[in-house]
């Protein structure tokens, strides 16, 4: 995937839809625009290509394209987490690391929304999975209280971002009254 067209994309779909955001909040002031930080953070990558076991490929070469992203403004928000953040989640027992109801594989939680839900990709497979709220013990994910549950959200990152763009460009036409937007919503 080019990740510099994905940032590229979901810029121009931000200014597609941030306009409409500043108009309806206009009372509260001028707020903060989402972004995609294209600004690498070399240190962070040199420590993940250290790190051991060794993060997932797919996930490494994001981060050599984007520091980080926020879409708080986007439905119930998304974040792109930092690299750094990423790594420090790997040494916290409140960030899983496995989701034995969902995969045996090891995960990286790279992502979140603003409901608490969380996306991290698999070691092995590069995929992508959601994490609804729920206990975390020990790094491990037990459960959800999401009505959604815990599953597969895409084949891989660039499935994810494609994803996550989708759901960027139709928030931006909503005036079109299109009710197939909720099938974007992760």
């Not at 027992?93 to 109801?101: L, N, Q, R, Y």
């Not at 992502?111 to 999975?129: D, E, L, Q, W």
């Not at 499935?159 to 197939?180: K, N, P, S, V």
């Amino acid at each position: 995937m080019d990740y510099l067209q994905w940032r590229d994309d979901m810029r121009q779909a931000i200014d597609g839809y941030m306009p409409r955001i500043q108009a309806i909040f206009a009372r509260l002031g001028q707020l903060e625009p989402d972004t995609v930080s294209d600004e690498v953070d070399s240190v962070a990558l040199t420590k993940a290509e250290e790190a051991d076991p060794p993060l997932p490929w797919a996930l490494l070469e994001l981060y050599t394209s984007i520091r980080e992203a926020s879409f708080a403004h986007l439905h119930n928000a998304y974040f792109i987490h930092s690299l750094d953040l990423v790594l420090d989640g790997l040494h916290r027992s409140g960030i899983p690391v496995w989701a034995p109801e969902v995969t045996d594989e090891r995960l990286a939680v790279f992502a979140s929304n603003g409901g608490g839900r969380m996306f991290a990709v698999g070691y092995r497979s590069g995929t992508v999975y959601r994490l609804p709220v729920g206990a975390v013990v020990d790094k491990v994910y037990d459960g959800s209280i999401d009505s959604i549950g815990p599953g597969e959200i895409a084949k891989d990152i660039p499935e994810f971002l494609d994803r996550l763009l989708r759901i960027a460009q139709a928030f931006r036409e909503e005036d079109d009254e299109d009710d197939d937007e909720e099938r974007f919503i992760m």
